[in-house]
Nanobody
Framework: QVQLVESGGGLVQPGGSLRLTCAASGTILRVNDMGWYRQAPGKERELVAT???????NYVDSVKGRFTISRDNAKNTVYLRMNSLKPEDTSVYYC????????????WGQGTQVTVSS
């Protein structure tokens, strides 16, 4: 059974940094696109960043220049380095991955809370 497990969230002051990690586990044939979404209370889930298996990246405008998405294909893991964090970055962050496995499809992590506050 395929699972995505996230880690790395927490409380940080404005201007601080965090790194989120999401590892896919199970019997996986291939992981295609991976990425991160976030959802703040009362708001819709929004795309933050995506990365293809070849390393091409895409970011929402509000995080460009501050966040960096990367991945380790050998470990089926995606990272999100977040610098210069702002209070408006406060959200639950979810990773997702397009996975080829016995049951192929889009998988989601359980979510990790990021709170930016002084």
């Amino acid at each position: 059974q395929v699972q995505l497990v996230e880690s790395g969230g927490g409380l940080v002051q404005p201007g601080g940094s965090l790194r989120l990690t999401c590892a896919a586990s199970g019997t996986i044939l291939r992981v295609n696109d991976m990425g991160w979404y976030r959802q703040a209370p009362g708001k819709e889930r929004e795309l933050v960043a995506t990365i293809t298996s070849g390393g091409s990246t895409n970011y929402v405008d509000s995080v460009k220049g501050r966040f960096t998405i990367s991945r380790d294909n050998a470990k089926n893991t995606v990272y999100l380095r977040m610098n210069s964090l702002k209070p408006e970055d406060t959200s639950v962050y979810y990773c997702h991955a397009e996975i080829v496995a016995a049951v192929s499809g889009t998988y989601w992590g359980q979510g990790t809370q990021v709170t930016v506050s002084s």
